[in-house]
């Protein structure tokens, strides 16, 4: 049945309370969407709930995303696209790549973008994008051409080679679909080919002539040693790298480098243990120290002095009516985190109990017994219970937030036996001459370094129980602090240290076989984005070391321990040769430093290009939809060994697809409750009298505009229906603006945000924000220009 059948009300008709209710929850999605502070999914999760509740459509509609055939087409293709890749089509291209580009920049940039372009017609845009990304950044080195010349004009490539296909991008996909559940004949696999084709031509064209100069020019690796150089120079290594000699009769000595605290006290990286001679890189946590040892570290000096200040803490052996002054003011209880609360997979150091909850964690409850040490990088779980400290009015307040299941007061006997409090307080006297007088709280370590806690500060007969992090420390003041008083003794041994500046340049510890550097950055699809280097431990993990982030064209700060990875954060990782070359096979990163890892296995590589082959021919053929040759091929892939299961299940992008199955529905009720119809009643308010092709126009600036803030695929389910009904109100068949608005949704080249893909190529090329917009929007005008002068031609308008 036409679209235009299926309008209820008219362009002038009032508001009505289901349109009302429909742009209500478009405005609060979109709302969610730009500011982000719900994850993208979720939102969409959320609208088709809010949806079905409020009866804008049933419960079948609002379930009909997940069987729709643009959707089913969409994880097919994730799963066809992993296939090519895992088969080692990306070897081959390199080769090729480097045969045909020579090595000038012009003719390497129009091979990279052709090549990129005429992948992703067919395979996943953001697919391709990291397949290519290794194979660019390695030619770049070989060829000495800046990576920054060659890795935007990849991820453009990539989104103008999505324009050619009805499966290039998930935007054609939802408009060819939008039409047919809308009564049209629906988009056929290459009908976007004569104008993406022409448009795809032009975007290379402009780039490589033009486009290029607008790129930063960052400085060019040349060949494996200059390389390690040139990291080592780009993270400003060899600015923060210094020696510490381990005095012959220190406290330290004897004890390992665990439980010396160097590393976690100071956020230093211990690159080597020099002992007699003979340089040990990365050595284990469990050495242990001798005297004459040096210990080659990477970090800030400054941070560790200050750490050393708290050596000036003077223990007072007898203090007990201190304590017990304090005892009477503070209460323990131990709560039980509820299975809905946000604290949930949270750090304990991120909790923030103390800012919510006005008490401090203390220890977690694990195996009948509690763990009171290391704290700090432990997320939280359901049902954990948690040992928490505080004044004893904010203790009773807890029974009030939903965020714990119980909570029960631990004393006397119970408090003793299980936490052992009078062995856990002691009370130190801060020096009236000491250098940390006038120093606020908030500035030390010690809590998440030695789980130190200062209870209470006793000043000028005046009682202070758990201060803030903002309170000034005075000479003279008296702290009962809970923690292990051995710990003071570390700090006094790492007091001793000497420091020496001047690294000898015999110890090449960056040049060593055994300790090298790896440029990498994450995975599209990679679990690790969205937590803390302190949280990843890749030390323990990996057995190797996080040495520096590179982010929007600048190195993050040096204490990186609390820093959320993200996408398109180029990751310099240090360790050992072949553990560093273990991580080629991890599926949460791309290498981007060649360490002579074995070549991929392609000899199932024809077999995956003529099983995507066949899918097209099929489709092309009309033998079968293109949502059911997706899904056989994909199938066929797996059944073949080109990958397995587990590899097919990861290579699909779940927050896509809940994304788009989610926002179907809305979609629907803007349809079916003329929201779409009052909306394109405003546009036509506005241009209607210019005529149709000002109409389209205006639709296409509106799209390409709202691909900076929107996701492209819940954004094309939102314009498809306004697109319907302004053109049905002039009477014209809706293909022409339909494929405008697929051009538009697709060339999302403005901002970095816009597309995974421009993410993806951002901490590699060490691109800034500005860099996307000086050649982006020179290339949307271009696109735009091209888009506008083919459509008359190529889809010219017609009656209905």
């Known amino acids: 049945m036409p679209y235009s059948a299926r309008r209820v009300v008219c362009i002038n008709a009032l508001m009505t309370l289901d349109i009302a209710l429909v742009l209500i929850i478009l405005g609060i999605s979109l709302i969610l969407f730009i500011s982000e502070v719900i994850r993208m999914d979720l939102v969409a999760l959320l609208v088709l709930g809010a949806l079905a509740l409020t009866g804008l459509v049933t419960a079948e509609e609002a379930f009909d995303g997940f069987s729709n055939g643009a959707v089913i087409t969409v994880w097919a293709m994730f799963i066809l696209s992993e296939g090519l890749t895992r088969t080692g089509i ?16 012009f003719s390497m940039i129009l091979v990279i973008m052709i090549t990129g372009a005429v992948l992703s017609a067919f395979m996943n845009n953001i697919g391709v994008a990291a397949l290519m990304l290794p194979v660019v950044v390695d030619v770049a080195r070989r060829t000495r051409i800046p990576a920054s010349r060659l890795l935007m004009p990849l991820a453009y490539s990539t989104l103008l080679g999505g324009l050619m296909t009805m499966i290039g991008t998930p935007p054609n996909l939802l408009i060819s679909e939008s039409l047919k559940r809308f009564g049209f004949e629906p988009f056929k696999l290459f009908d976007f080919t004569p104008i993406g084709g022409a448009v795809m031509a032009v975007g290379v064209i402009f780039v490589a002539f033009f486009g290029r100069f607008l790129l930063p020019k960052q400085i060019a690796e040349h060949g494996k040693h200059v390389s390690q150089r040139s990291l080592r120079a780009q993270y400003k290594l060899h600015e923060r790298t210094f020696m510490m000699r381990v005095p012959t009769n220190s406290i330290l000595v004897g004890k390992t480098l665990a439980e010396s605290r160097i590393g976690t006290s100071t956020g230093l990286i ?32 400054d941070q560790f002095r200050e750490l050393r200040r708290w050596s000036d803490l003077v223990i007072e052996r007898e203090a007990p009516v201190l304590k017990s002054m304090v005892a009477s003011k503070i209460a323990y209880a131990e709560v039980t985190i509820s299975d809905t609360s946000p604290l949930v997979s949270e750090l304990v150091r991120h909790a923030a109990f103390r800012t919510r909850f006005n008490v401090s964690v203390v220890g977690l409850r694990r195996r009948n017994q509690y763990r009171l040490t290391n704290l700090a990088y432990v997320p939280l779980r359901k049902g954990e219970r948690v040992l928490v400290q505080g004044e004893i009015d904010a203790v009773a307040q807890l029974e009030k937030f939903s965020d714990f299941t119980d909570v029960g007061l631990l004393k006397g006997e119970r408090l003793d036996e299980q936490y052992r409090t009078d062995d856990r307080m002691f009370v130190v006297r801060l020096p009236k001459e000491s250098d940390l007088a006038g120093a606020s709280l908030k500035k030390s370590r010690l809590p998440d370094v030695f789980d130190f806690r200062i209870v209470a500060i006793f000043r000028d007969s005046a009682l202070t129980v758990m201060p803030r992090g903002d309170e000034i420390l005075i ?15 570390v700090l006094r041994g790492l007091q001793d240290f000497e420091i020496e500046t001047s690294v000898p340049a015999n110890l090449g510890a960056f040049e060593s076989e055994r300790l090298t550097l790896m440029d990498a950055t994450l995975d599209p699809r990679s679990t690790l984005a969205g937590l803390t280097v302190g949280e990843l431990n ?23 321990a609390d820093e959320r990875l993200q996408i398109g954060d180029a990751l310099l990782l240090l360790g050992p040769r072949e553990r560093l070359q273990l991580l080629s096979t991890d599926s949460d990163f791309l290498i981007l430093t060649p360490l002579g890892q074995k070549p991929p296995d392609t000899r199932r590589a024809p077999l995956a290009a003529f099983i995507m082959l066949a899918v097209v021919v099929s489709v092309m053929m009309g033998k079968a939809p293109i949502s059911v040759a997706a899904v056989v091929g994909g199938s066929i892939m797996v059944l073949t060994g080109c990958l397995n299961m587990e590899q097919a299940y990861r290579a699909i992008d779940w927050r896509a697809i809940f994304l788009i199955a989610g926002m179907l529905p809305l979609g629907t009720a803007m349809a079916d409750s003329g929201a779409a119809t009052y909306l394109a009643g405003q546009v036509m308010t506005l241009l209607g009298d210019a005529g149709p092709w000002p109409v389209i126009m205006g639709l296409y600036v509106l799209t390409a505009m709202a691909t900076m803030i929107i996701p492209t695929a819940a954004l094309v389910v939102l314009m498809a229906p306004i697109v319907l009904s302004a053109m049905g109100d002039m009477g014209l068949r809706p293909e022409t603006a339909m494929m405008a608005v697929a051009m538009a949704a697709s060339a999302s080249f403005t901002s970095p945000i816009s597309h995974p893909a421009n993410i993806l190529v951002m901490g ?5 924000f500005i860099d996307y917009l000086k050649v982006g929007v020179p290339l949307t005008i271009v696109v735009f220009i091209t888009v506008m002068v083919l459509l008359p031609i190529l889809w010219p308008l017609q009656a209905m």
Request: charged content about 30%.
């Open 90 to 105: 990306a070897d081959i291209i390199g080769r090729q790549v480097m045969k045909l580009g020579g090595r000038r920049e």
């Open 270 to 301: 211990i690159l080597a243990l020099v002992r007699q001679g003979r340089s040990e890189p990365l050595p284990s946590r469990q050495t242990v120290l001798r005297g004459g040892d040096g210990i080659l570290v990477q970090g800030r000096v």
């Open 475 to 489: 000479g003279g003041d008296l702290l009962l602090i809970e923690g292990q008083p051995s710990d003071l003794d």
């Open 538 to 560: 890749f030390r323990e993990r990996y057995g190797i070391e996080l040495a520096g982030i590179w982010r929007e064209g600048e190195m993050v700060g040096t204490d990186i």
């Open 764 to 768: 590699p090329g060490g691109y800034r």
